[in-house]
């Protein structure tokens, strides 16, 4: 025979899922924001080095045009 939960017990067992899967949650957060600000990086760099090499390929054409 099963014992029978009261409400209290239902919903401290309901709290305690609620704590646990919010713990899960906010650790699977810390890490998709950690890869994230990694990547942003990463693109800040690439463009900078697709910036730069645009900028220095327009005065190659500008400065050869000229001379």
Not at 16 to 44: N, S, V
């Amino acid at each position: 025979m099963t014992t029978r939960k009261t409400p209290t017990q239902i919903a401290l067992a309901a709290l305690d899922r609620i704590d646990r899967h919010e713990k899960e949650c906010g650790e699977r957060w810390r890490e998709a924001h950690t890869e994230l600000r990694a990547l942003r990086e990463r693109w800040e760099k690439l463009a900078w080095l697709i910036i730069g090499t645009l900028v220095v390929g327009i005065l190659t054409v500008v400065f050869d045009s000229l001379f």
